[in-house]
């Protein structure tokens, strides 16, 4: 299946005349985030200069060139389309890049609606240079229904739920891997959107997952965590308060049967906007989802990361240790301060786990 | 879209060979259940007699007939593949009844996974004839998001919701449309799965959808009921119990906005026997599925449907007694005794919600 460990990438990233601009989202979150390499950037506008220096903030080094040639030189495994525009379309100059690296034999990546494998030229091209076309909104064939493996996965699961899209559950589950790290811990996150695979290098985007198989999609994504890692770190999806996308919320839930939650929110959002849903409290957020597992398989909120993004240091602190005081749980925004506090609730309370006690004394 | 209206439908139900068996079931529910006429029945074993006479219990007459041929004299619309075998192949003796249907310009409907439209020899022919081929499986192309639409029809709209699948939420629904007929009223079933699609001759299979999707694809049925009906009766999948298919359970829950819900249990079953998940008290079930829509639309469970299928009369009588007492709402078994009790409840139920003020007032 798509979603089974593969080899390392070596990116080359097209991203030809956006590097700077928002369209660019899907190069600045695997250039930022990204587990494999980055040989290089397309983009001639930038070409001899280094993404270190176009782009500090991300935090990474690569060269920019102007063409696949060029980035040949620093052996890529696979050419990333780069940018997501409104329609989500291939952007028609990306093309003769595009086709230039099908000849050169490199995997084509996409998370674009527009499907490379729906495209006769690059079909057919890919087919003669033997070249991998990998659409990653694309579910991988022949998911099964979910069978209950997942509650006897070794690993520690804990799943990013919210009240709403768009809250940071996806940069919520990166950071605290990054701090597992950190603390010499071995966690993996496992990705359950576009972006979210195109960071891990693997997953399967559950909303695009037939309705009956979403859970045993879910299943799968846990069962195929490394057998060496101790943590399963779930991207969460929508909201169960999201009256358009809950059910993959919940497939979610129920099926990579998380031990423990992280509950994520937007420190200025009160409503589900688009339909007029006022948000419950935390607590009442807290109950919600728990109440949700009881009957199925018990699973507890263990922090709240709350997006405090925009916000003054000091408001943003006021903000923290008030969560943290109505809801009795650590509280910390993981993108302004880090993971490491959020990390440490997650072990802790995976130590009173009944499974992390087996694992332990398996060892 | 596919779920609209049509004109009614004649059917010839091919069974041959099977009619009395249990794999026959499919035209079985349509023959009892359905909506639409029944032109004959193909059954060579049985040509000559009527359906009321081998079949009593389904309380409907048509002749059984040995071919299409013979079929067509009662001017037939449309060919239904009447039976449901386990991995749900056509089977080999029925592909010429459909080809000659076929070329009789018969519209081919199949509820089986193997699709019509998948096979070269009959779409080739349909190509020919100008036959319509219906898998009833395949959800229609285009299902928007959800929009908020289904929050404003003007029915009063019912679910039914479930302690497990296969618990009799597709015959509640059917048999509370009949007991709103009987009583003058006008309610529309809303199919949701394949034997319902069958039934009423519309709807979507919910569970083939994608995930994205199911809420919009259960908003889009509760769109399409006939606008002079005051009563949407939409027919529940799963149960938010269920580990593999309670997100679409919730699809339909958050989807098709319903304003009340009944809830539909089977006397015999204390867990989701699969994965071992004891089933809760009706009181707590009331509670969870009324905690679920409250922040997004409120709507309460006005009646419980006890399937007591097997037992005695006089211990069903007292299972339904215990229901009604532990939670303080009309109970009965709408099979074994009919719609009429809950029917009353339901429109009781209704004269208190906003919705049925409205309607009334516009009158």
């Not at 102007?66 to 952007?91: C, D, H, K, M, Y």
């Not at 028609?92 to 499907?115: K, N, Q, T, Y």
């Not at 990653?136 to 069978?147: K, M, N, Q």
């Not at 799943?159 to 701090?179: F, Q």
Request: proline share 6%; glycine share 8%.
């Amino acid at each position: 299946m798509a979603h089974a460990a593969t080899a390392p990438r070596r990116y080359v990233i097209l991203t030809d005349g956006h590097l700077l601009d928002r369209r660019a989202k899907t190069a600045h979150g695997v250039i930022q985030y990204g587990r494999d390499e980055i040989a290089a950037v397309i983009d001639p506008q930038f070409a001899g200069r280094d993404v270190a220096d176009a782009l500090p903030r991300l935090g990474r080094s690569a060269p920019i060139v102007a063409s696949v040639r060029e980035a040949l030189a620093f052996r890529p495994t696979s050419l990333l389309v780069g940018v997501a525009n409104q329609g989500g379309f291939i952007p028609a100059p990306f093309r003769p890049h595009i086709l230039d690296a099908i000849d050169a034999r490199l995997e084509i990546v996409s998370g674009l609606h527009e499907l490379l494998n729906d495209d006769a030229q690059f079909v057919e091209r890919a087919k003669r240079s033997g070249s991998r076309l990998w659409d990653v909104r694309v579910p991988p064939d022949g998911i099964p229904l979910f069978s209950g493996a997942a509650y006897r996965v070794p690993q520690v699961v804990a799943l990013a739920v919210g009240s709403d899209c768009a809250v940071g559950k996806k940069s919520v589950m990166i950071e605290l891997e990054r701090a597992a790290r950190a603390a010499g811990d071995h966690a993996e996150f496992v990705a359950t959107g576009q972006t979210g695979v195109l960071i891990a290098g693997k997953g399967i985007v559950v909303d695009r997952v037939i309705s009956d198989f979403i859970t045993g999609a879910a299943e799968q994504l846990v069962l195929a965590v490394a057998p060496d890692a101790d943590f399963a770190l779930v991207e969460g999806q929508g909201s169960i308060y999201h009256p358009a996308y809950a059910p993959v919320t919940l497939g979610l839930l129920f099926g990579c049967a998380p031990d423990m939650l992280v509950l994520c929110v937007d420190a200025s959002r009160e409503a589900i906007e688009e339909y007029g849903v006022p948000l419950p409290a935390l607590p009442e957020m807290i109950c919600a989802h728990e109440a949700l597992l009881a009957p199925v398989k018990p699973a507890r909120v263990v922090a709240i990361a709350v997006n405090t993004w925009g916000l003054e240091d000091e408001r943003a602190r006021a903000v923290l240790a008030g969560a943290q005081q109505q809801t009795g749980l650590p509280a910390d925004d993981v993108v302004r301060h880090g993971g490491a506090t959020i990390w440490r609730a997650l072990r802790n309370a995976a130590r009173s786990t009944a499974k992390r006690q087996a694992n332990a004394a398996a060892r």
